[in-house]
């Protein structure tokens, strides 16, 4: 059984602030990971993908991808209140084009 | 706009009926996918498209049966509702068939009385 798992939160961080968002998945064949954003009441956004281990940068946004680990973490810098969202990590694995949900992570920043 | 879109937004019925959802995507994406949210937001996977051919069937009940008249569309039908298939509905696509991101409708909230 895959398995994606996340921390359900909430996370709170100061406006400003760094906030750091974990996930760990099950699968050493993993092979794509995503993070997408989900506002209340609205559909999943995609904001980051990463293939290989390191540092992924994209504006306030960093993702960090440990294979041997297999841990994905996402940054967000300088943390605005309009991040205040549900954060899904997502994992692919092998040929078919599947992906796994973790549960997200609720992030609120506080003004 | 190019975009994964899907109707109805909402649909509340009666315990029992049969409805249908379509959703449609003009990114020009090979593979369809819908997927259910429940109320403690988990999003799982239901069926998968690949040039209107089926190549994932999570566990779902018979109840659900997708069909793909083209890559660019993908419709739900969903019969003899029950109050556990109240929950929201997404569409999504993406390219290829290797794990890539995958692109979301805005969802269907189904809610069944």
């Known amino acids: 059984q895959k398995e994606v798992e996340q921390n359900s939160g909430p996370l709170s961080v100061p406006e400003g602030a760094i906030a750091s968002l974990n996930c760990t998945y099950s699968d050493r064949g993993s092979q794509s990971f995503f993070w997408y954003r989900q506002y209340s009441g609205k559909s999943p956004e995609l904001i980051m993908s990463?293939?290989?281990?390191g540092d992924k940068e994209d504006g306030r946004f960093t993702a960090q991808l440990n294979k041997a680990s297999q841990y994905v973490s996402l940054l967000i810098r300088d943390s605005q209140p309009s991040d205040s969202a549900t954060y899904l990590c997502?994992?692919?694995?092998?040929?078919?084009?599947?992906?796994?949900f973790g549960t997200g992570t609720r992030l609120t920043v506080i003004p | 706009d190019t975009a994964v879109s899907q109707t109805p937004k909402y649909l509340v019925t009666q315990m029992g009926n049969d409805k249908s959802i379509k959703c449609e995507q003009n990114?020009?994406?090979?593979?369809m996918y819908w997927y259910k949210q429940d109320s403690k937001k988990f999003l799982k996977i239901m069926f998968s498209?690949?040039?209107?051919?089926?190549?994932i069937n999570e566990t779902v009940p018979n109840r659900f049966s997708p069909k793909s008249p083209d890559k660019a569309h993908l419709n739900l039908h969903i019969n003899s509702l029950e109050l556990g298939d109240s929950a929201v509905y997404f569409c999504?696509?993406?390219?290829?068939?290797?794990?890539?991101?995958?692109?979301f409708g805005d969802g269907t909230r189904l809610s069944i009385l």
């Open positions: 999504a696509s993406s390219q290829g068939q290797r794990p890539q991101p995958q692109h």
């Open positions: 997502a994992v692919g694995w092998g040929g078919a084009n599947n992906l796994f």
């Open positions: 990463i293939y290989s281990n």
């Open positions: 990114l020009g994406h090979d593979t």
């Open positions: 498209y690949n040039n209107k051919e089926l190549i």
